[in-house]
Structures are given as structure tokens and as C-alpha cells.
């Protein structure tokens, strides 16, 4: 299984960026995919996920209104759109995948089997 995140970069305070992770070597319909993020010295953290394409989206309270999730099931492909940067918003960003999900173990980064490498996220203020 692969996960093969990009998108990442640098950005001003307010502007837009699209994450997007490739899967590979997984039925990508039987997982949920997710988003995470770690920034210098803090724990990683929950951003979005989505189980299925036709059900409801999942967001961490800091993020919410501004990222959407969204899921390509044809290109096996997770896209996550991030608008109105702020600089707390810097971090490396995860996609993950869990098998199976149920809705309650979305925000948990532990339930999760597969993960991408991460990418970079920069927002200048």
C-alpha cells in the first residue's frame, strides 16, 4: 500500500492550497481517508476525513469552514482544499487510511493502518 501525498508549499496568510494523496494497492472504497497534521513540537493532530464520497465529511473544529475534503473514488484520490491560510496552519500534513471505519474512530490517528510521507505546509503571516 502506498499513500502519496502533494500539493504542499509556502502561501501567504489567506490564500489557498489543494492537498491531494494518491492510493495505491488498497480497495480504496473499503477505507475512509483522512487528513492529520503535526507542526514543530506538538503531537499530530486531526484535520478532515471522509468515510465514502456520498456521506458526511468530518472536520477539526480549527479548520472547519475553511477546508473541505473531498474524494475521487475513479482516481483513487483524496483532495483536500485549505482556504483562508493562517499561519497556524503551518504543519506537515498526513493523508492516512483506515479500513472500514466507524465514524466515531475518524479522528483517531491510532485506528488508522496506512500513511503517506507528509508534506509541507508554510503559511506566512
Known amino acids: 500500500v502506498q499513500l502519496q501525498a502533494s500539493g504542499g508549499g509556502l502561501v501567504q496568510a489567506g490564500g489557498s492550497l489543494r492537498l491531494s494523496c494518491a492510493a495505491s494497492g488498497l480497495t480504496f472504497t473499503n477505507y475512509g481517508m483522512g487528513w492529520f497534521r503535526q507542526a514543530p513540537g506538538k503531537e499530530r493532530e486531526f484535520v478532515a476525513a471522509k468515510r465514502r464520497s456520498n456521506e458526511n465529511a468530518y472536520y477539526a473544529n480549527s479548520v472547519k469552514g475553511r477546508f473541505t475534503i473531498s474524494r475521487d473514488n475513479a482516481k483513487n484520490t483524496v483532495h483536500l482544499q485549505m482556504n483562508s491560510l493562517k499561519p497556524e496552519d503551518t504543519a506537515v500534513y498526513y493523508c492516512?487510511?483506515?479500513?472500514?471505519?466507524?465514524?466515531?474512530?475518524?479522528?483517531?490517528?491510532?485506528?488508522?493502518?496506512?500513511w503517506g510521507q507528509g508534506t509541507q505546509v508554510t503559511v506566512s503571516s
Open positions: 492516512a487510511a483506515i479500513r472500514s471505519p466507524i465514524v466515531s474512530s475518524l479522528d483517531q490517528a491510532l485506528y488508522y493502518q496506512y
